[in-house]
Nanobody
Framework: QVQLVESGGGSVQSGGSLSLSCVASGSPYSRYSMGWFRQAPGKEPEGVASIDTVGTVTYGDFVKDRFTISQDRAKNRIDLRMDSLIPEDTAVYYC??????????????????RGQGTQVTVSS
């Protein structure tokens, strides 16, 4: 059974930074497409960033060079560094994974594996 264990998140003032991490454990697969999506109250899920099985990195349009995703393939781990946070970034952030090559959109909408979510709150 694949489990995605998330860590990080929390509260920060506008302009601040936070980091998120996600590790895929219990996995029979050697690699994954992995990424993050977020969901704010009353809104649809929104893709944040992803890295697929061949290393292609994709960011959501709203990221605008503020976030950086990185991967440790040996550990099936991804990290998301978020800088210049704004109140509109407030949401629950979810880690998602797929053992096949997958786009950010696919991970956001159809990923077979998802974490429990971690809250990110940005105050003005």
């Amino acid at each position: 059974q694949v489990q995605l264990v998330e860590s990080g998140g929390g509260s920060v003032q506008s302009g601040g930074s936070l980091s998120l991490s996600c590790v895929a454990s219990g996995s029979p697969y050697s690699r994954y497409s992995m990424g993050w999506f977020r969901q704010a109250p009353g809104k649809e899920p929104e893709g944040v960033a992803s890295i697929d099985t061949v290393g292609t990195v994709t960011y959501g349009d709203f990221v605008k060079d503020r976030f950086t995703i990185s991967q440790d393939r040996a550990k099936n781990r991804i990290d998301l560094r978020m800088d210049s946070l704004i109140p509109e970034d407030t949401a629950v952030y979810y880690c998602a994974a797929d053992p096949d090559r997958a786009t950010l959109k696919w991970l956001t909408q159809r990923a077979p594996y998802r974490g429990q979510g971690t809250q990110v709150t940005v105050s003005s």
